[in-house]
């Protein structure tokens, strides 16, 4: 594949061109932002060759849609309007079953493949871009069945030569597990960073005082409201649901320490310390 | 000084007794644990020179108590009864209103010095010391009026020589703020653990589900129960005033998904977007 188009040139399109170009040299890399100083940025940082248009997507080979969640579900479509028989699409987004939904009875839609490359930082745009940020992550692949299988087996070598590993997943799990492990942590995040900023307006008191501790849980609070909130929006439904359950965990921890039953405060901690463990398997 | 007595022998006591011994290669370093295999290892790990026992203070000239705060409250009183009255004593705890409180009419009260250096790790146990760990790292000193001068000026230049920030506070206000940046990123990150844990029965999902972020949330949930529990008990009204705060924001975010109020969801996270400015200060 020679002929590549990255719609959405910012941290995770970004950084699959980067990676892409230096796997094939010979590839040519074209830009599709409606963001112009994206484009620009785009090309002099090398993340791209060219600039492109929709119109220009005839000719791809391989295009990789990642923008916003809202907007893949107007763009994904007419993606596939313009493309090739050959041609073949992946998006990166973190919700799959409104995006799987609206390409459902698609006539392209065997040259889609639903992918969510479970990889990123807190940053955003082209100067986010990273080489080696798919490496050694989880890429998580919905409805498999319903792309070409020979197309399918074009992108999946992509994502193996990038280092990633591949778990299939249908929409419906992978937007209600993925609530619990990434969409909730943002939230938690964010409001806690919400909660610490009001209260301490003085915020020198903040900047002298906080440890790497509250650094790394406030991490994602740094996080592109442009790219969660249609995230949120998708997959309303499971995140109010683990939003429920934390705030429960939260008010009975509450209640503990109100009771004085440290004894019980004490075995909360204790068996989730077994997080531990899960997460050395992340490792 | 080169008779240092190190009371807890785990991640804080034991990186002072290291970055203590690089400073002053002729330093005899003692260490007193109630574990009796936190001292063998210790000394395995070259982080003690020696084993002793409270009776053994007496010809100390600096004290660093580096155990739990519930333990403080116990051992603090004690060890001032055996110092010398040139010795200087300084603890490390996450809470120190209770603390200065237990010692204030005590007869020793200007050999010591409420410490609070904010560093640590979410690991415990002498293996996790480790060098360098307070280097740029804030001490926030309570009631510094209340050590003798001599005294202070001692312990001050080691802070200076470890390459730390001081901050001077009264207890109250060190409390109150703790429980914000620190304290409640805690509790955050151990009930998104719970939270997680308790829905995904099938740790392989989050095995493979979980990124870089969720790591980073969760990480204090590593944390050990047996620092942490006497801490919130110490710090019990602060700390539920925090919890109620965070539980309101995250209802009120709650309550404006529930609404599809998606315009006040992006607005609540770009206010808090604000959060990098600060973090940037911290580094």
Known sequence: MTQIFIIGTGLIGGSFA?????LNPNATIYGIDNNEAHLDEAIEL????????LKDLKRAE???????????????????????DEAVVFDAGSTKEDICA???????????????????????GPSAA???????????????EETAFKLQEKVLKLFSDLGMRIRYMNPKAHDKHIAYVSH???????????TVIEKEKNERDIFDMAGSGFESTVRLA??????????????????????????NNLKHFKKLMEQEN???????????????DILNGIK
């Open 62 to 84: 391989l295009v990789i849609l990642a923008i916003p969640v809202d907007a893949t579900l107007k763009v994904l479509p007419e993606v596939l309007n313009h493309i090739a």
């Open 184 to 194: 909730l942590s943002h939230i938690s995040s964010f409001m806690l960073g919400k």
């Open 130 to 144: 990273i080489t080696g940020l798919y490496e050694n992550k989880t890429n998580i692949i919905c409805e498999v």
């Open 18 to 22: 980067l990676d892409i170009k230096k």
């Open 262 to 276: 440290f004894g019980a405060v004490y075995k909360e901690m204790e068996t989730t310390n077994h997080i531990k």
């Open 222 to 247: 740094k996080s592109s409201p442009a790219m969660w909130t249609p995230i949120f929006q998708q997959n309303k439904t499971n995140v109010i649901e683990t939003l429920d359950e934390y705030i």
């Open 46 to 53: 090398g993340i791209i060759d060219e600039k492109a248009t």
């Open 102 to 124: 609206i390409v459902k009875n698609h006539p392209k839609r065997r040259n889609y493949l639903a992918a969510h490359p479970i990889a990123g930082t807190e940053y955003s």
